[in-house]
């Protein structure tokens, strides 16, 4: 089992920049596929960015796309979202999520990970 908990959202100014981490617990952190999710304000949770346990293959929501990097940093056990050109639509509680996952997948669906972060805030005035 992993407990994952999130830091680094706050305020932001639109065009902006924040890092999000998500720190992990366990010895295995490098067996699991980790994602970024958010949920806006009056919106479903989406998905943000996803990682397979290399960090080598990635995806991101069409519109985050050139603007936020997901990396993980598996000697740390750690996952990042580095968000840039940061939109007052990014305004959401972000989730980093994980799953063990022997293979090099990555997963954008939510119902496919087993362990989630409490949510870290973040939020972009114009």
């Known amino acids: 089992q992993v407990q994952l908990v999130e830091s680094g959202g706050g305020p932001a100014q639109a065009g902006g920049s924040l890092r999000l981490s998500c720190a992990a617990s366990g010895r295995t952190f490098n067996r699991y596929a980790m994602g970024w999710f958010r949920r806006c304000p009056g919106k479903e949770r989406e998905f943000v960015a996803a990682i397979n346990r290399r960090g080598d293959s990635t995806d991101y929501l069409n519109s985050v796309k050139g603007r936020f990097t997901i990396s993980r940093d598996n000697a740390k056990n750690a996952v990042y979202l580095q968000m840039n050109s940061l939109k007052p639509e990014d305004t959401a509680v972000y989730y980093c999520?994980?799953?063990?996952?022997?293979?090099?997948?990555?997963?954008?669906?939510?119902?496919?990970?087993?362990?989630w972060g409490q949510g870290t805030q973040v939020t972009v005035s114009s």
């Open positions: 999520a994980g799953r063990e996952r022997y293979s090099d997948e990555y997963y954008t669906d939510p119902e496919k990970y087993s362990y």
